[in-house]
């Protein structure tokens, strides 16, 4: 059995936290920050394995391909970088297309997300738009247009067929991947939306915001299944545990809570020494914190009576 209590704290980066993204068979996970670097750190020794650091300014968003066999990473540098995890070098920065009159992203670029079977890639930021790139050529099929502030959250189905963004505009919107049609916006927010999260089998997702809630959508309807407030200060993160039975929720109040996906329940909350700005869970068996104060890693604890839970340390 697990312990309930805090593994370890992994803070070499020299500033914030920003980014952060796991490895599909959890060996690693990488993290991003505001000193620039991309740092990726073994799980089993807590121990960091390289620095990846060719970005020009901050690191805002990481993701992993679904094979491990490179990361995506971007930030306020306006840059897509692509690295090898093999040998830990660039291998490429995704370019603008081959047709002339296609815009590109000039501004800032913070959230990144990757097909489940890592042909395309999907990224957003300051212009509203979300692009996605080929990752066979590097180079961009086309933007999905329709927000109208930055595009702070991306996540994709689990077959790839659609993505959902979030925004400061304060909707979450549905996208059709191989048409580029919006199919839905998902509106009830009352503040900007900073964090969406999937459920592992595409049913519904969850959207964090300034306004101090979490929100479940029903994707097949549009409609909003639960609003799950109590927060202190806006949600920034958001991730689902690989079962689906957990919600991870972050706040700059410096708390993770822990909702159980089924009852809409809170089940347990933890504290650190400083804002969440991204969570994710690493396998069944964690759950990963980062912030202004560096990564902090959980043990999950699971009882007797099979059922898993999270307490504080």
């Known amino acids: 059995m697990a312990t309930d209590h805090e593994r370890a704290t992994l803070s070499r980066h020299r500033r914030s936290v920003s980014a952060l993204a796991v490895a599909p068979d959890g060996s690693w996970v990488a993290t991003g920050g505001g000193d620039r670097t991309i740092r990726i750190w073994d799980t089993a020794t807590s121990q960091e394995r390289s620095v990846l650091a060719d970005h020009a300014a901050r690191v ?33 920065v995704l370019g603008p297309a081959s047709e002339p009159a296609l815009p590109r992203p000039t501004r800032d670029l913070v ?83 900073e964090a969406v999260a ?43 545990s690989p079962d689906g039975s957990w919600l991870a929720s972050g706040s700059g109040d410096g708390v993770v809570r822990i909702w159980h996906t089924v009852t809409c329940q809170p089940q347990t909350m933890m504290r650190v020494d400083s804002d969440i700005t991204t969570c994710a869970w690493l396998g069944s068996d964690a759950l990963l914190l980062g912030g202004s104060a560096g990564l902090y890693l959980f043990d999950f604890l699971t009882e007797t009576g099979g059922q898993a839970i999270l307490r504080p340390p």
């Open 198 to 240: 999937m459920a592992p089998d595409g049913s519904w997702l969850a959207s964090g915001s300034w306004d101090k809630t979490v929100r479940i959508w029903d994707v097949a309807t549009g409609h909003e299944r639960a609003v799950l407030s109590g927060r202190t200060d806006w949600v920034k993160a958001l991730a689902v």
């Open 60 to 92: 805002e968003a990481v993701a992993v391909a679904p094979d491990g066999s490179w990361l995506a990473s971007s930030g306020n540098d306006a840059t897509v970088w692509i690295w090898d995890m093999a040998t830990g070098q660039e291998h490429s």
């Open 111 to 193: 959230a990144l997300a990757v097909a489940p079977d890592g042909s395309w890639l999907a990224s957003s930021g300051e212009d509203a738009t979300v692009w996605i790139w080929d990752m066979a050529t590097g180079q961009e099929r086309g933007g999905l247009s329709g927000h109208t502030n930055w595009v702070k959250a991306l996540a994709v189905s689990p077959d790839g067929s659609w993505l959902a963004s979030g925004t400061w505009d304060k909707t979450v919107r549905i996208w059709d991947v191989a048409t580029g049609h919006e199919r839905a916006v998902l509106s009830g927010h009352t503040d900007a939306v």
